[in-house]
């Protein structure tokens, strides 16, 4: 007996994975988002509302990732995007 796989080869169905793709990086990038405020905010570090607006509205996973790893030395908020 075969089975009809059409489906998993439409349009329908890539348009379909591609949303998914979208909302999988989307999600990965307010966990960077929350990462990078939740080390600041364990740390005691005062984050400015132009702090915030710069992490929040920043949508490369990268530069999150590196603000994060300099979240957990820095010794102000400020401090995170010194070298950009």
């Not at 348009?15 to 966990?31: L, V, Y």
């Not at 710069?54 to 995007?81: K, M, N, Q, V």
Request: charged share 40%.
């Amino acid at each position: 007996m075969a089975v009809d796989l059409s489906f998993y080869k439409s349009y329908i169905a890539e348009e379909i994975r591609d949303e998914g793709r979208a909302e999988g990086r989307a999600e990965g990038r307010t966990e960077d988002v929350l990462d990078v405020l939740d080390v600041l905010d364990v740390r005691g570090i005062h984050v400015t509302e132009a702090v915030r607006e710069r992490i929040t509205s920043c949508g490369d996973p990268e530069t999150l990732r590196r603000w994060h790893r300099r979240a957990i030395t820095a010794s102000t908020a400020e401090e995170i995007f010194e070298a950009e």
